[in-house]
């Protein structure tokens, strides 16, 4: 079973178009199987992060940067979408406050090699590179019964010669990022 590229929903190898969305069915046999994507926002100074989608594979892992210009060529591209299939202003508020949380799920049907060439910025890091990682997931911080503040996950990843700092809103529940990292980087993994 594989996933939308648009919408995420799934879908079987001998769809040609997915049922939810409409959108070509793209599978092939040179795409290797991405094992997660998370969603992630890159630190890039004191105040500035970057979107960035971490794409797992077996045996390496893909930083998918989303630049800005292309942000708002993507959110132009779906908001004309939406417009076309007839939502109206608040359907459109809602699609489009989704569309970037959605957004990775894309990378499952796409190549690595299709992946890289995204952007200038992309690149992969075998994890037999990676000198150390720590996964910290979100924690919520209740007030009150009806009110609750949920903080950012952390995820530090250091390379041979950078340290690179990531927040996200992932809480790993079915443990694969745990699964992932934990096989192939071993004792330099901390998950808290």
Same mark, same amino acid.
């Given at each position: 079973?594989?996933?939308?590229k648009?919408?995420?929903a799934p879908i079987?190898e001998s769809?040609?178009?997915?049922?939810?969305c409409? !959108?070509?069915?793209? %599978?092939?046999?040179?795409?290797?199987?991405v094992k997660? /994507? &998370?969603?992630?926002?890159k630190?890039e100074g %004191? %105040? @500035?992060? /970057?979107l960035?989608?971490l794409?797992f594979? !077996?045996?390496?892992?893909?930083?998918?940067? %989303?630049?800005?210009?292309r942000?708002n060529?993507?959110?132009? +591209?779906?908001?004309?979408?939406?417009?076309?299939?007839?939502?109206?202003l &608040?359907?459109?508020i809602?699609?489009?406050?989704?569309?970037?949380?959605?957004?990775g799920?894309?990378?499952y049907?796409?190549?690595?090699e299709?992946?890289l060439?995204?952007?200038?910025?992309n690149?992969s /890091?075998?994890y037999?590179q990676?000198?150390?990682v @720590? =996964?910290?997931?979100?924690r919520?911080i209740?007030?009150?019964?009806?009110?609750? +503040? !949920?903080?950012?996950g952390?995820?530090i990843?250091? &390379?041979?010669n950078e340290?690179?700092? =990531?927040?996200?809103?992932?809480?790993d529940? !079915?443990?694969i990022?745990k699964m992932i990292? +934990?096989k192939?980087?071993g004792?330099?993994f901390?998950y808290?």
């Amino acid at each position: 079973m594989a996933i939308c590229k648009k919408c995420g929903a799934p879908i079987s190898e001998s769809d040609l178009f997915c049922s939810k969305c409409g !959108e070509k069915v793209v %599978l092939g046999a040179s795409i290797e199987e991405v094992k997660y /994507v &998370l969603n992630t926002s890159k630190k890039e100074g %004191l %105040l @500035k992060q /970057v979107l960035c989608y971490l794409v797992f594979y !077996e045996d390496e892992m893909i930083f998918a940067y %989303l630049s800005k210009e292309r942000q708002n060529l993507e959110y132009k +591209k779906h908001t004309q979408e939406l417009k076309n299939s007839g939502a109206k202003l &608040l359907g459109i508020i809602a699609g489009n406050l989704q569309f970037f949380e959605n957004y990775g799920t894309k990378y499952y049907q796409m190549s690595k090699e299709n992946i890289l060439k995204e952007e200038s910025k992309n690149f992969s /890091v075998k994890y037999s590179q990676i000198k150390k990682v @720590k =996964f910290v997931r979100p924690r919520m911080i209740y007030y009150t019964d009806d009110q609750m +503040k !949920e903080d950012s996950g952390d995820l530090i990843i250091t &390379l041979p010669n950078e340290k690179m700092k =990531f927040t996200h809103q992932s809480y790993d529940k !079915e443990a694969i990022i745990k699964m992932i990292l +934990k096989k192939n980087c071993g004792g330099k993994f901390k998950y808290i």
